[in-house]
């Protein structure tokens, strides 16, 4: 007999790759609703699992410091994405990727099966965390949480989160090439819900392509963020070493014999414009900043709107395999929910879109700014290299000042071009997503009318 509780408690319970499951909870953490693969993997009966903490189902081997990180970000009315190894009435196992959301007195909880190599590298993780927690409890473990994601290149959990829930959703795609034929589903029922039921699944649809095209988006979004920090990093070096020139070109007009007044005027000119540039640089760079903000946060909402409504279509099929017995009233309710959270990422995303569309117009501007001063100070290098050639005093080396102002010009230019092109390019990609996501609004009324029809049947 002991031999077979070990077996079990070693058995990984079956959660397909294709599969999703929800629960929602209260904020005290209370089971109030899940659908039938939550019920099912979890192995208890649904009425043993609603009204019972969610912690029914945590498994021994789960390190405290996670959910403490969990908790901290729910208790501040944030979305937390985190693996959880989680276990079954009988003792079985099943791992997780959650991602919970808070929505107004609720939390909303969806599960996928992890798959991508970062669920690899998280179970090393929880194991080190675990062995630190058994020998100084979370005070040891919270530390070596940090360093452990900062090993892995991560500079905190939300980077962390946000990357993981964006790799496993991408793994997810690439697992599922072939999905479910959605046309056998309308087949099987002629019934009023079952009609309600296919008409959401064409809503679904609907708001599946248009996140879909987000979702696409995403590597452009990181690409626009690396760039614009790392460009933006660079001005800010290259404004900084002609500011420098500036002062040796000053320093070596008072050196000169004849033509000092010259090369003195050359100077200021180049030091005033350099005071200029390194205006304009310091501008474009906040606003970098700022855009990398928020593209990290429209990285994670296009990521949490793309679970959310994977997670609305799989509900929607599941219900419509289970028509002849479903409760109409649960049904609805969960709908109800789960179509809400799916408009308040929505808002979200169009929200960021906006801010980005700013700030993405107001570097531009900075950048043609910033590409006019530097062509005006390639009529000073070219001014200073003829009079440097014509001066006999050689000893001061302005042909090399010159010189190096030419490098210092060409590499200014060559980053400003390149923010210039992919900014331009964004800005316009980014204009077109806000035009297209417009019918949205449109598409979730429907999807709440046809949900409204549920209600009042009586099945």
């Known amino acids: ?117 970062i669920f690899m590298a998280v179970r090393e993780i929880y194991f080190k965390l675990l062995m630190s927690e058994n020998k100084g409890g979370m005070s040891a473990s919270e530390p070596l949480l940090v360093d ?28 599922l090439r072939n999905p479910e034929v959605d046309s056998e589903l309308l087949l099987q029922h002629n019934s009023p819900l079952s009609n309600v039921l296919n008409r959401l699944l064409g809503e679904s649809h609907i708001l599946t392509h248009q996140y879909q095209q987000w979702f696409d988006k995403i590597d452009m979004f990181k690409s626009v963020k690396s760039t614009f920090e790392e460009k933006g990093l660079m001005l800010r070096y290259l404004a900084r070493d002609i500011v420098f020139l500036s002062l040796n070109a000053s320093v070596a007009s008072y050196k000169v014999a004849n033509g000092g007044e010259t090369f003195g005027v050359l100077a200021s000119d180049i030091r005033i414009n350099a005071k200029e540039n390194d205006r304009l640089i310091s501008n474009i760079h906040t ?6 903000d928020i593209l990290n946060e429209l ?42 959270l799916v408009l308040v990422y929505t808002e979200k995303l169009t929200t960021l879109q906006l801010k980005m569309d700013t700030f993405i117009h107001e570097s531009l501007k900075y950048l043609n700014q910033l590409e006019q001063q530097v062509l005006y100070l390639g009529y000073i290098q070219v001014y200073g290299i003829i009079e440097a050639a014509s001066n006999s005093d050689e000893t001061v080396g302005f042909g090399g000042i010159f010189s190096q102002l030419k490098e210092l010009i060409r590499s200014t230019s060559e980053e400003i ?43």
């Open 1 to 117: 007999m002991e031999n077979r509780g070990c077996a079990i408690s070693m058995k990984e319970a079956k959660f397909e790759t294709h599969e999703l499951f929800f629960s929602i909870t209260d904020q005290a953490s209370t089971i109030l609703s899940g659908n039938e693969v939550f019920i099912r993997i979890s192995g208890y009966k649904k009425e043993e699992l609603i009204g019972q903490f969610h912690n029914i189902i945590r498994h021994p081997d789960m390190p405290q410091v996670v959910f403490k990180t969990l908790w901290d970000h729910l208790k501040n009315d944030e979305p937390v994405v985190a693996y959880v190894k989680n276990k079954t009435k009988e003792g079985g196992y099943y791992w997780v990727l959650a991602a919970v959301f808070p929505l107004g007195d609720r939390y909303i909880s969806i599960r996928i099966k992890p798959n991508s190599p």
């Open 417 to 459: 071009s390149h923010m210039q092109k992919l900014g331009g390019n964004f800005y316009t990609e980014n204009r077109n997503l806000i035009r297209e996501s417009e019918n949205i609004s449109a598409v979730i009324e429907q999807f709440r009318l046809e949900t409204e029809r549920i209600k009042i049947m009586d099945v």
């Open 299 to 340: 990285i994670f909402a296009v990521s949490a709107t793309r679970i959310q409504i994977e997670m609305l279509t799989y509900f929607i099929k599941e219900a419509l395999k289970g028509c002849n017995h479903i409760c109409v009233i649960e049904l609805s309710k969960n709908l109800d929910t789960l179509i809400e």
């Open 148 to 175: 452990l994601l900062s090993e892995l290149g991560y500079h905190g959990y939300d980077h962390f989160m946000a990357d993981a829930l964006l790799s496993e959703l991408s793994e997810r795609k690439k697992l």
């Open 287 to 292: 606003l970098s900043q700022s855009l990398s």
